[in-house]
Every structure is written in structure tokens, then in C-alpha cells.
């Protein structure tokens, strides 16, 4: 036979147990999670969360969206949307220095690292040297939105992926001449010359530790038109 909420509640408050999910339900916080509770929603803004829903049909990305305009209407776009993960990498509630290409991302734990996990003087006793690959994945297809305005970055080069901005600057400023192959089908040659204008991506390229294989941040491009040394440019210039 189960027990009601309330019951519960009476039970709980007659024996004098008093744990961190009831302490913050009674504040009118409801936790995202039963277990160690980090993140709390308040009771009002489910309230207008359920009757948006019920009523206006409203997503719970519109619902968020909603949100940012009524922390900052005039500029929705600098509400900090990724606030935990700007917490991890020591960010936070700072939006006079923000994070900057690649900040929000880990590279490899294992690699050395001069400040983060070698000593002081490594110059002095050790030589060290840094081996990367790049390779890429030529099935990794993306195609194009109906409206990409919609798209909306969270964290535009602040990971594993280059700033939209510099990579597309990049590309047009690059000149390259379409390569002609000796052979009578050289598959490459052809994926690098066919048209594929139903695709904002045929592919993504990325740098990664030799010795490990960890991705390197701010060192993911996505391969706009087959396989051509063009994209991989940025990726070694970082």
C-alpha cells in the first residue's frame, strides 16, 4: 500500500526529516534531479511553462526563447544560454571577458600541456613535441535548411567547431583551381567537382592528437564541396 504525497509530508515533518529535495519543494524550487539536485526550476515558471503549452501549443524552444526576451528584450542574443558549461571552464557569470575560440573544450588529458600538467620548469629538463593527424569524414552529410536563419548557434567557436564567421571569410578569400586527374574515374577528383547544392555539408574535417586520437579545440571544419585541401587550411593555421 502506497503513501500520498501528503502523508509523506506529515510523516516527514513529525519524525523531523528534513532532506534537500524537500527543503527546496518547500521553497517552491522543483529539482531537476532526485539524486544531488543542481539545477531547480521554480513553481511559477512551470506554471507558465504548462499553460503556454496547453493553451498556445508553444514548444519548449519557443518557451525558452520567451525566456531570453524577458531577461534582456533589447538584446536577447547575450543572455548566457550555456551558462554551466561557461561554469566548467572557469567562465561563469563574467561577461566582461568572455571565452574565446575553442575555451569551452577539452583537449587531451594526456598531451603535454606546459601550465596545466607540467611542471614550471619543464624547458629545463624535458623536449617536448606535439604530434597531430587530420582526417576527415566524407558521409557526415548536412543538408540545407528550408530557413538557416533559424539555425541558431549556442556556443559558435567557443568547442571543437571553427566560428562560422572566420571559416566562411576564409573560404572566400581562398583561390582554387579545380584539379584534373590522369585517371579515366578518380573518385576523389569527382566528389571534389560535383555539384551538391542540396548540401550545406558533405563532410567534416578535423584535427586530433596523434598519440591518443582527442579532438582539438577549434580545430572542426565542415567540408563544403568534397574533398579539397582548401578546408583543412584553417584547421593547420589554428
Known amino acids: 500500500m502506497g503513501e500520498s504525497p ?3 509530508v506529515e510523516l516527514r515533518t513529525f519524525l523531523g526529516i528534513e532532506t534537500r529535495e524537500w ?6 524550487l522543483f ?3 532526485s539524486t544531488r539536485p543542481k539545477t531547480v526550476f521554480t513553481f511559477e515558471v512551470l506554471d507558465h511553462f504548462l499553460i503556454d503549452t496547453l493553451e498556445c501549443k508553444t514548444s519548449a524552444r519557443s518557451f525558452f526563447e520567451k525566456l531570453t526576451r524577458l531577461t534582456n528584450n533589447a538584446f536577447p542574443d547575450t543572455v548566457p544560454v550555456n551558462l554551466k558549461n561557461r561554469k566548467w571552464f572557469g567562465f561563469g557569470h563574467d561577461s566582461e571577458s568572455g571565452p574565446g575560440p575553442g575555451d569551452l573544450a577539452l583537449f587531451c588529458p594526456s598531451c603535454p600541456q606546459p601550465g596545466i600538467n607540467m611542471p614550471l620548469c619543464w624547458e629545463q629538463k624535458w623536449l617536448v613535441k606535439k604530434r597531430f593527424v587530420v582526417d576527415g569524414n566524407f558521409t557526415a552529410q ?4 528550408r530557413q538557416p536563419e533559424l539555425d ?3 556556443s559558435d567557436g567557443l568547442g ?3 566560428t562560422e564567421g572566420q571559416y566562411q571569410a576564409h573560404l572566400a578569400s581562398a583561390i582554387e583551381s579545380k584539379e584534373k586527374s590522369t585517371c579515366s574515374n578518380h573518385r576523389a577528383i569527382n566528389a571534389a567537382n560535383t555539384n551538391r547544392s542540396n548540401l550545406r555539408a558533405t ?3 578535423a584535427t586530433a592528437c596523434a598519440r591518443h586520437g582527442c579532438f582539438v579545440p577549434h580545430c572542426i571544419v565542415d567540408f563544403q564541396k568534397g574533398e579539397r ?6 584547421l593547420l593555421i589554428d
Open 6 to 8: 501528503a502523508l509523506l
Open 23 to 28: 527543503m527546496l519543494l518547500r521553497a517552491g
Open 31 to 33: 529539482p531537476a534531479s
Open 142 to 145: 548536412h543538408m540545407n535548411m
Open 152 to 154: 541558431i548557434f549556442l
Open 160 to 162: 571543437y567547431m571553427v
Open 203 to 205: 563532410g567534416v574535417g
Open 229 to 234: 585541401q582548401v578546408f583543412l587550411h584553417l
